[in-house]
């Protein structure tokens, strides 16, 4: 999962509570414009602790696991379509 995924994920879970972008920056901590960053992978770093802080109060939870190097669905997906856009479909 690259950052930018990461990003949408947490907005869409911040979005299905119904949470504002204020409203979760203040409880962990963030500006809202550094959310808002992080939400759309456009942060140029953050620290580890602050996106476990920002997970959890989201009910969710960063996982480490091996990387198998076999590409994800959302890989192959854009991969499909850039063969596509080559081929001029």
Same mark, same amino acid.
């Given at each position: 999962?690259?950052?930018?995924?990461?990003?949408?994920?947490?907005?869409?879970?911040?979005?299905?509570?119904?949470?504002?972008?204020?409203?979760?920056?203040?409880?962990?901590?963030?500006? *809202? #414009? %550094? /959310?808002?960053?992080?939400?759309?992978?456009?942060?140029?770093?953050?620290?580890? =602790?602050?996106?476990?802080?920002?997970?959890?109060?989201?009910?969710?939870?960063?996982?480490?696991?091996?990387?198998?190097? *076999? #590409? %994800? /669905?959302?890989?192959?997906?854009?991969?499909?379509?850039?063969?596509?856009?080559? =081929?001029?479909?």
């Amino acid at each position: 999962m690259d950052l930018t995924e990461f990003g949408q994920t947490l907005r869409l879970q911040r979005k299905s509570l119904g949470f504002s972008q204020q409203t979760v920056a203040d409880a962990v901590g963030l500006a *809202r #414009p %550094t /959310l808002s960053k992080i939400e759309t992978g456009q942060v140029p770093d953050i620290g580890i =602790r602050k996106l476990m802080r920002l997970a959890e109060h989201l009910g969710l939870r960063l996982i480490l696991e091996e990387d198998t190097f *076999r #590409p %994800t /669905l959302q890989q192959l997906i854009n991969e499909n379509r850039q063969e596509k856009q080559k =081929r001029g479909r």
